[in-house]
C-alpha cells in the first residue's frame, strides 16, 4: 500500500529557511497529484502546495506562500519536496503531504492518501 513519510520539520526564527521531505513508497507516481498541506489546532487543514503530473509538472500555490515556498519533485528518490524561505510566525503548523491520482486541489477532502506530517514552529 501507499505510504507517505513526512521529514524535515523544525523550529526556525523569523526570516529562516526549511525544506520538508515526503518519501513516497508503495507506488511511483507519474500520474496525479502530489500536494502538501497545513493545520493549527482548531482551524481546517490548509492547502499549501501541489505539484500536478497531469498538468506537465505544473505547481500551483496558496496567496500566502506564493514568492516563498516551492514545491519540487524528484523521480529517483520517490520524494516530494516543500522548501520553504522568509518564514514567519504565521507558518507555524503541522505540515502534512497528500496525494491523490486525477487533478490537483488545494482543498484537503480531495485528497485520501496522507502522511503522519511534520512539525513547523516560526519564532518572532
Known amino acids: 500500500r501507499v505510504q507517505l513519510v513526512e521529514s524535515g520539520g523544525g523550529s526556525v526564527q523569523t526570516g529562516g529557511s526549511l525544506r520538508l521531505s515526503c518519501k513516497i513508497s508503495g507506488y511511483t507516481y507519474t500520474t496525479g497529484c502530489l500536494a502538501w498541506f497545513r493545520q493549527v489546532p482548531g482551524k481546517e487543514r490548509e492547502g499549501v502546495a501541489s505539484?500536478?503530473?497531469?498538468?506537465?509538472?505544473?505547481?500551483d500555490y496558496a496567496d500566502s506562500v506564493k514568492g516563498r515556498f516551492t514545491i519540487s519533485q524528484d523521480n529517483a528518490k520517490n520524494t516530494v519536496y516543500l522548501q520553504m524561505t522568509t518564514l514567519n510566525p504565521e507558518d507555524t503548523a503541522m505540515y502534512y503531504c497528500?496525494?491523490?491520482?486525477?487533478?490537483?486541489?488545494?482543498?484537503?477532502?480531495?485528497?485520501?492518501?496522507w502522511g503522519q506530517g511534520t512539525q513547523v514552529t516560526v519564532s518572532s
Open positions: 497528500a496525494a491523490r491520482s486525477g487533478t490537483c486541489y488545494l482543498t484537503a477532502s480531495w485528497y485520501n492518501i
Open positions: 505539484f500536478s503530473f497531469e498538468l506537465g509538472s505544473s505547481t
